[in-house]
T-cell receptor
């Protein structure tokens, strides 16, 4: 079945460092791909999405490119801030049935001042 | 901006008690979902609901769980006899989908603590 594999955390960075969080997927067909962010004590917020190969999603300085050849959707940000500290979830939208989302395990990011 | 709302935000219950978690999806959405997240762990799919019936459910969604859309606006998740391992954050989501994969809009979640 469809699945998402996400790099283990936690990831600890200094402010202004470069961030990469790896995400790869397995799916039959061509899923839509998403990154969600969860701040402490809050719900899931959509950060960015891409619906087809080579699409780049971007928001708040974060970006991710849908790479069909490597089945990846890595999240990047050039310069992180303390306020980016959160848990980041990669997800795909199943390509059949009810189009439910399948989430990765989440990666906790901690940014130090 | 329309949003998915969930109540209660936090519920504490005794093991064996029934719990109902409520959700008001975005008004023109037709597809509804429940997910759960055990503390610090992954977000897991429980069930999807369309046209007044369950369209897909996971192995987690056993006979202790049920969902209902009683009045055309609310979407509820009932746990008949709670167990300690049901302690988790439960997220409701909805989508309009329009014939293909659409964005899921999530509520803020209901935290369930079973003692």
């Amino acid at each position: 079945g469809d699945s998402v594999t996400q790099m283990e955390g936690p990831v600890t960075l200094s402010e202004e460092a470069f961030l990469t969080i790896n995400c790869t997927y397995t799916a039959t067909g061509y899923p839509s791909l998403f990154w969600y962010v969860q701040y402490p004590g809050e719900g899931l917020q959509l950060l960015l999405k891409a619906t087809k190969a080579d699409d780049k999603g971007s928001n708040k300085g974060f970006e991710a490119t849908y790479r069909k050849e490597t089945t990846s959707f890595h999240l990047e940000k050039g310069s992180v801030q303390v306020s980016d500290s959160a848990v980041y979830f990669c997800a795909l939208s199943a390509t059949s049935g009810t189009y439910k989302y399948i989430f990765g395990t989440g990666t906790r990011l901690k940014v130090l001042a | 901006e329309p949003e998915v709302t969930q109540t209660p935000s936090h519920q504490v219950t005794q093991m064996g008690q029934e719990v109902i978690l409520r959700c008001v999806p975005i008004s023109n959405h037709l597809y509804f979902y429940w997910y759960r997240q055990i503390l610090g762990q992954k977000v897991e799919f429980l069930v999807s609901f369309y046209n007044n019936e369950i369209s897909e459910k996971s192995e987690i969604f056993d006979d202790q769980f049920s969902v209902e859309r009683p009045d055309g606006s609310n979407f509820t998740l009932k746990i008949r006899s709670t167990k300690l391992e049901d302690s988790a954050m439960y997220f409701c989501a909805s989508s309009d989908r329009n014939g293909g994969p659409g964005e899921l809009f999530f509520g803020e979640g209901s935290r369930l603590t079973v003692l």
